[in-house]
């Protein structure tokens, strides 16, 4: 059976902190939003937007259909946020990060949350005591 996944989950740096994955947010015409002290208006990056817009950036060689089932996928997520998906829907989405994004810190975490099979601590061999 396959578990739900939540999309809301940001990723984070090898210290394990969100701060090197914020997005700062701009108004219609592109200019920083600011708070009522000046500071930048940020938003974490989240699984659910890495995936959307990897959906999202279609590529040369994609039929209208593949268009249409990658944007109704996309907009699923977006909308649900917490979602379950199937092998078939799981392996497009990988495919999708794979080649919109170079960064391994985003490709492994994304797999890692999409799929925790690949965990090592799924594959981790038991420990046998010595006698």
């Given at each position: 059976?396959?578990?739900?996944?939540?999309?809301?989950?940001?990723?984070?740096?090898?210290?394990?902190?969100?701060?090197?994955?914020?997005?700062?947010i701009s108004?219609?015409?592109?200019?920083?939003?600011?708070?009522?002290?000046?500071?930048?208006?940020?938003?974490?990056?989240?699984?659910?937007?890495?995936?959307?817009?990897?959906?999202?950036?279609?590529?040369?060689?994609?039929?209208?259909?593949?268009?249409?089932?990658?944007?109704?996928?996309?907009?699923?997520?977006?909308?649900?946020?917490?979602?379950?998906?199937?092998?078939a829907d799981?392996?497009?989405?990988?495919?999708?990060?794979?080649?919109?994004?170079?960064?391994?810190?985003?490709?492994?975490?994304?797999?890692?949350?999409?799929?925790?099979?690949?965990?090592?601590?799924?594959?981790?061999?038991?420990?046998?005591?010595?006698?």
């Amino acid at each position: 059976m396959t578990e739900a996944i939540d999309f809301t989950t940001a990723l984070k740096g090898l210290d394990g902190k969100t701060d090197m994955f914020q997005n700062v947010i701009s108004d219609q015409s592109g200019q920083p939003r600011r708070d009522e002290g000046g500071a930048l208006l940020t938003e974490l990056i989240t699984l659910g937007k890495i995936v959307t817009n990897a959906l999202c950036a279609g590529g040369q060689n994609i039929s209208g259909e593949e268009h249409v089932k990658r944007f109704l996928l996309a907009t699923k997520i977006r909308e649900q946020q917490t979602v379950v998906l199937g092998t078939a829907d799981i392996e497009l989405i990988k495919q999708c990060i794979q080649k919109t994004y170079p960064a391994t810190l985003i490709v492994a975490q994304c797999w890692l949350l999409l799929d925790p099979a690949l965990s090592p601590e799924t594959h981790a061999k038991p420990k046998v005591k010595a006698v």
